[in-house]
């Protein structure tokens, strides 16, 4: 609803022609929805990792981006890809918030800022022109 009623008409004052539905809206729109998901795993992968691995490089002289980076990451990291996983998983659902802000259109977008349409809209609007039992509604289905 934010991203209709703000975003949308902040990214139409920028642009040319039209209204601000691209897909510019939807990457933004998406990204903030899936920002809790991942950074809520994320800081618990890292804040479960003993305090060993931290003091330990400390001890060996490491600065702390340097520990961050060659001790902390590198332990995390299969925690971390989970995180990025379940927030992939969690974007593939969110295919109405998209569909309202990215334009609802069957056109291929050839630049951020054009209208698109995702392929759960594009399935369900081509459904009703479809005859119940034809190969192109079994597709459609399918």
Do not use: C
């Amino acid at each position: 609803f934010i991203g209709l009623t703000v975003l949308v008409p902040f990214i139409g004052h920028f642009k040319s022609s039209g209204s601000g539905h691209s897909v510019l809206a939807g990457t933004i729109v998406l990204s903030i929805m899936i920002l809790p998901t991942v950074t809520s795993i994320a800081t618990d992968a890292m804040a479960s990792l003993p305090k060993s691995l931290r003091e330990g490089s400390y001890a060996l002289g490491a600065t702390r981006w340097q520990t961050i980076r060659r001790v902390l990451v590198p332990a995390a990291l299969p925690t971390l890809m989970t995180a990025v996983v379940l927030g992939m998983a969690r974007a593939f659902g969110e295919a109405l918030a998209v569909q309202m802000v990215i334009g609802n259109t069957r056109n291929l977008p050839e630049s951020i800022m054009d209208t698109a349409g995702t392929l759960t809209t594009i399935i369900t609007l081509n459904m009703g022109h479809t005859t119940y039992g034809s190969v192109e509604n079994n597709t459609l289905w399918s």
